[in-house]
């Protein structure tokens, strides 16, 4: 059972009125660990044994194995870039021994709501320690889900009663019944969906009846956000998520959608909010709050933009550089600093015109400084 406490940011009410808030907290979390495997005790001849053997009796979906301080299933199959697959209760693990990041962790639901990230962390450093591994870099988390599960007998919305920056959106029925309700899609996904029947049709996740102390009646609020949109609000470690998800959940809930009653306004934005969507902006603006100062750094998105915009570059670099080695004739590829510096003149030559350069610079720079770019 989920208690609430400093130690688990996931939360449970009983349930009283509609609209009544049933569990809140971290649904689904994705961290890239970058470990130093030089003095680690990982046997990988017996990885690569048992998996090798799990190929070969194919009526065998996975072996048990025994790591440090915890037992796992391993796969049969490994996950590119990774080249095994282990899991337990509490976490799906993929591992490479000569990649970085080399471990790449996925915090089960069950474990999140049952034992709290912050035990889940303590874990995973344990197994570390056991297996004599030691971090060379702090973590990456590549995406955080965050769930908010109601009471709600009789919804009374549609996808034309959200208001939304998504510009993808998707509903499905069953027998001309509501159940899901989907916003945006990549790196910003809001889902708003009958859990119970979720959980009947593809998830199984009974335990979550105990938690909320029913069977019936729960549709849950979900914020699923990828690493873009992590990193452009200044989320890239475990310490940054704990810091600034409530503000981020706040910046959703009030700025990115919100769902409304329908009036005779010609304005859809100042229709009244739903009950429901009410309950929750309440529920989040007692989470603690970072403020949008801290949690929208402009240094850290224009660093992961700048990071990203160099990365496109350097793959257009080597395309240049081997088109330019075949002009030139020579027998081996030109060094980046040549290539550099002969796309510099052939741009002058044949691209460049200052007042155009000038006047798109400034036109991309205020679309930036306005957040559209």
């Not at 890239?32 to 990982?42: K, Q, R």
């Not at 899991?87 to 034992?115: A, D, M």
């Not at 304005?267 to 009950?275: G, K, V």
Request: net charge neutral.
């Amino acid at each position: 059972m989920v208690r609430k406490g400093k130690e688990n940011i996931n939360s449970i009410q009983l349930a009283e009125d509609t609209e009544c808030l049933l569990a809140s907290g971290l649904d689904s979390l994705y961290v890239s660990f970058y470990l130093d495997l030089s003095t680690g005790v990982i046997d990988w001849e017996e990885l690569s044994l048992q998996k090798i053997k799990l190929q070969t009796e194919q009526h065998e979906k996975f072996a048990k194995i025994t790591l440090g301080y915890e037992v796992f299933a391993i796969k049969p199959f490994g996950r590119n870039p990774y080249t095994y697959v282990l899991e337990n209760e509490y976490f799906n693990i993929s591992l490479g021994e000569k990649i970085q990041p080399n471990c790449y962790v996925k915090f089960s639901s069950k474990g999140l709501w049952q034992l709290g990230l912050n035990a889940l962390m303590e874990r995973t450093a344990d197994w570390l320690d056991s297996l004599n591994i030691v971090t060379v870099k702090p973590e990456s988390i590549s995406r955080a889900d965050f769930a908010f599960d109601y009471y709600l007998p009789a919804p009374n919305f549609d996808l034309s009663n959200f208001v939304t920056r998504a510009t993808k959106k998707s509903t499905w029925t069953e027998h001309n019944k509501l159940q899901t309700i989907q916003l945006g899609a990549g790196d910003i996904v809001i889902r708003v969906y009958d859990k119970v029947a979720e959980i009947s049709q593809q998830s199984k996740k009974s335990w979550f009846f105990e938690i909320w102390n029913r069977t019936s009646d729960v549709w849950r609020i979900e914020f699923q956000i990828r690493g873009k949109a992590l990193r452009e609000v200044g989320i890239e470690t475990l310490s940054d998520l704990k810091h600034y998800q409530n503000s981020l959940l706040k910046e959703l809930a009030e700025q990115h959608t919100t769902l409304r009653v329908p009036s005779s306004d010609s304005n859809r934005s100042r229709w009244p909010l739903h009950p429901l969507w009410e309950q929750l902006q309440n529920d989040i603006s007692i989470l603690p709050q970072s403020g949008l100062g801290s949690i929208l750094d402009p240094e850290k998105s224009v660093q992961y933009r700048m990071h990203m915009q160099a990365k496109s570059i350097y793959g257009h670099l080597k395309g240049f550089g081997v088109l330019l080695q075949a002009k030139e004739g020579g027998p081996d590829p030109p060094q980046l600093e040549n290539v550099v510096q002969n796309l510099v003149n052939f741009l002058l030559l044949e691209h460049h015109q200052q007042t155009v350069w000038k006047a798109d610079l400034s036109k991309k720079y205020e679309a930036w400084r306005l957040g559209q770019w």
